[in-house]
């Protein structure tokens, strides 16, 4: 059943040919397989490092405002705005507490006057009644 000599290294090379090709097919198949997964790594490595630079640079910005808010609180700036606020609005205060009691006191004046208006026409309509009560007492005689 042996083959003789050289036809066994013929059998030998077939086979080798055979295995090799087979290794050749698998090991395609794996570096295609990695490839794929080197490309896919690669993809998502960039994803996150956009993600990372987008982030970095947010809040370098909110780093930057936020010393800026600072710096202005250091100078004072912002207490001196307030300060000039609060004055500001402490004359319109001011303004309205005496628009407030010159409206008071012309409303108490527009109340007297008011009453002296009834009062007067009290008079004016009991000076009618006697007259006409007069005028009748004098017809009747």
Known sequence: MLAPLKDRSVIER???????????????????????????????????????????????EQNRQLRQRLDELENGQTVLALGQQLVA???????????????????RTLSAAHRECERLARERDNAIDRLHAGASDAART
Do not use: G
Request: charged share 25%; proline share 0%; no cysteine.
């Open 14 to 60: 077939e086979t080798d040919a055979a295995t090799s090709a087979a290794e050749t097919l698998s090991l395609r198949l794996a570096l295609r397989q990695s490839r794929q997964a080197q490309k896919r790594a690669a993809t998502l490595s960039t994803r996150q490092i956009v993600e990372l630079t987008n982030a970095a640079n947010r809040l370098s």
């Open 89 to 107: 609005l402490r004359a319109e205060n001011d303004a309205l507490i005496a628009a407030a009691h010159r409206v008071w006191q012309l409303d």
